[in-house]
Nanobody, 125 residues
Framework: EVQLVESGGGLVQAGGSLRLSCAVS????????IGWFRQAPGKVQEGLSC????????YYADSVKGRFTISRDNAKNTVYLQMNSLKPEDTAVYYC??????????????????WGQGTQVTVSS
């Protein structure tokens, strides 16, 4: 059974930092790209970042570029999302997702295969 488990969410003040983790099991992690999405109440789901098999191949949405950093540890089957300079508008449920590395930019993936249950991030002003 494939499982993606997010952790690291919580309540933080504006300007603070959090590091989210996505622990993956049940698939050959090295073959998969991992993405991070978020969804705030009343808003559409937003793709934030993704990282391919090669750690130097990643993508960031404009809304998080320069503030968030994605990384992966293939030895631990885990992907991290370091979030700095957090803003109240970053408040949302954050999800990670896995999709087979398709050989091109992960910003164009469909991300339909596997999803985690999400972790809440709340940024207070």
């Amino acid at each position: 059974e494939v499982q993606l488990v997010e952790s690291g969410g919580g309540l933080v003040q504006a300007g603070g930092s959090l590091r989210l983790s996505c622990a993956v099991s049940g698939l050959n992690f090295d073959d998969y790209a991992i993405g991070w999405f978020r969804q705030a109440p009343g808003k559409v789901q937003e793709g934030l970042s993704c990282i391919r098999r090669r750690p130097d191949s990643s993508y960031y949405a404009d809304s998080v570029k320069g503030r968030f950093t994605i990384s992966r540890d293939n030895a631990k089957n885990t992907v991290y999302l370091q979030m700095n300079s957090l803003k109240p508008e970053d408040t949302a449920v954050y999800y990670c997702t896995a999709d087979i590395d398709r050989g091109y930019s992960c910003s164009d993936y469909g991300w339909s295969e596997y999803w985690g249950q999400g972790t809440q991030v709340t940024v207070s002003s």
